[in-house]
């Protein structure tokens, strides 16, 4: 078993390639028109453009397409190439032509030190517009709402094992939002509660007679309360859901490799929603004060669902691992003795006498960065992965990975923000070096030297935390100015300003 996870951690750091580019999915939903105010989705190209020429100035193209940064940063040839240089680590932001990204939002991002073959993280900035979903008889519900929705959105998604999946994600998340948000254009414009069932649609099937599947009327008294929060929270939910669904689908035909963190930011109505399913994190700072928007989810956050699930389903554990956890590894000699664990009901920690079963490998071992999943991956949380398995073994797991984003609302009406109010995202390569007392101190420092009407002052922040992070380069690598390493892993960031420049309707 051993050698099983010295293959596996040594099968996680070669893995770096991209895939080659893929035709348009089938599945995607049909794009909305969005109106005059909205910025139009431009569609990520390639490095390079396709000319006519040999069968091997077609590969070496493919080649160049297979990596691919974000199209807001409107890299050139020769700024893709500085970006995926690992030596020089140059720091990428869109540039400063006049044209802002939404909120005049400042985002950094800078590939890692050799970890992988190129940049996995990817990042998404759009507003996006929805149409109310059409009834059966092809007219809206109400005519005289009949106005649509826009949705500012934001997304960092940090890929493993391969860039596909964040790179899918990232094109298409936002549509299986708006895809969600069709069927509440009107509802959420309606100040009166959400109506308990919508409208049937051709080819739903009807229960003539449901009163077979009613039970005991003392339970349904009454009817749950449902607010037009929760509804967001869970069309944007259910467009994770579908985008994980996606993947499954299109992993083969369109080779979506490995899997991504993602986290996503939704401002809708006077309402900032931010949804992580990963280990990326987001924070406000507001007034000098930290206010966390999302936690980690890692093999030890989650260590108690984990083992529930493998305690329930031993048949996912094969005979190569128990769902116990035991300060270390047992060793075969200490069969019979009396050893600290603890199950998926507990918090603390108790004694067993150890049994064959107890020498399997822990389904959770390790500690912090280094905390895996069947000794294979450290998140516990995202997109993809749907290929994954234990190394020289046929043991999936992905059905100990949860798609499903954990979702925190910030009302933005019931504070009254000043332009040095901001939402900071980062993916782990920022957290794992920084801590959000030093966010928050790099915010006061870099936004101080700014002009609040200055709209480049949130680049200027991004870059910094960029920095900050990544450290600079010395004998023994990249090193923070206390001497301690930098961050060797992609890093990106966005910072989204709550107040000042930029209106919020």
Same mark, same amino acid.
């Given at each position: ?122 990042? #998404? +900035?759009?507003? $996006?517009? =929805?149409?109310?979903?059409?009834? @059966?008889?092809? %007219?809206?519900?109400?005519? /005289? *709402? ?113 899997? #991504? +963190?993602?986290? $996503?930011? =939704?401002?809708?109505?006077?309402? @900032?929603?931010? %949804?992580?399913?990963?280990? /990326? *994190? ?224």
């Amino acid at each position: 078993m051993l050698n099983r996870v010295r293959s596996a951690v040594a099968h996680l750091v070669s893995s770096g390639g991209a895939p080659p580019p893929r035709p348009k999915s089938p599945d995607l939903p049909n794009t909305a028109s969005a109106p005059p105010a909205a910025a139009p989705e431009a569609p990520r190209s390639p490095p390079g453009k396709a000319g006519s020429g040999s069968a091997a100035s077609a590969k070496a193209v493919e080649a160049r397409a297979s990596f691919s940064r974000p199209t807001f940063l409107q890299l050139s040839p020769g700024g893709l190439r500085r970006a995926d240089d690992h030596a020089g680590r140059a720091v990428q932001s869109p540039p400063d032509t006049g044209r802002r990204l939404p909120w005049s939002t400042g985002y950094a991002e800078v590939i890692n030190a050799g970890k992988s073959r190129h940049n996995e993280d990817q990042a #998404c +900035c759009e507003v $996006v517009y =929805v149409e109310g979903r059409r009834s @059966v008889a092809g %007219a809206l519900r109400e005519p /005289s *709402r009949g106005q649509g929705l826009c949705f500012y959105y934001w997304g960092l998604f940090d890929g493993h094992a391969g860039g596909g999946a964040a790179e899918m994600a990232s094109r298409l998340l936002h549509r299986h939002i708006r895809e969600q948000l069709k069927d509440l254009v009107e509802i959420l414009q309606d100040p009166s509660p959400p109506p308990l069932c919508l409208p049937s649609t051709p080819g739903s099937p009807v229960s003539t007679n449901p009163s077979h599947l009613l039970g005991p009327q003392s339970c349904w008294s009454s009817q749950k309360e449902v607010t037009h929060e929760s509804l967001v929270v869970g069309a944007i939910e259910n467009a994770f859901q579908l985008m994980d669904e996606q993947m499954a689908r299109e992993r083969r035909g369109h080779q979506v490799e490995g899997g #991504c +963190c993602a986290l $996503v930011v =939704v401002y809708l109505l006077g309402k @900032v929603y931010v %949804a992580n399913a990963g280990d /990326s *994190r987001a924070i406000i700072v507001r007034n000098g004060e930290i206010i966390p928007m999302s936690r980690e989810f890692t093999p030890e956050t989650e260590r108690q669902r984990l083992q529930l699930l493998g305690f329930l389903k031993p048949e996912l554990l094969g005979s190569e691992f128990t769902h116990l956890e035991f300060p270390r590894r047992v060793l075969p000699k200490e069969l019979g003795q009396r050893m600290l664990y603890r199950d998926q009901n507990m918090t603390g920690w108790a004694y067993k006498k150890i049994e064959l079963e107890d020498l399997r490998f822990p389904l959770v071992c390790g500690e912090g960065k280094k905390a895996r999943v069947m000794a294979t991956i450290g998140v516990t949380r995202g997109l993809g992965d749907h290929n994954l398995k234990v190394c020289s073994s046929t043991l999936p797991i992905k059905p100990f990975l949860s798609c499903f984003p954990e979702v925190r609302v910030y009302d933005l009406t019931q504070y009254e923000h000043c332009p040095d109010d901001v939402l900071v995202l980062g993916t782990d390569g920022l957290w794992d070096v920084t801590t959000d007392r030093e966010v928050a101190a790099t915010v006061d420092r870099v936004l101080s030297a700014y002009e609040p009407n200055d709209h480049s002052r949130y680049t200027a922040l991004a870059q910094a935390l960029v920095l900050g992070a990544r450290g600079s380069p010395r004998d023994r690598g990249w090193r923070l100015p206390n001497n301690k390493l930098g961050s060797g892993d992609d890093i990106s960031v966005f910072v989204i300003p709550l107040g000042g420049p930029g209106s919020y309707s």
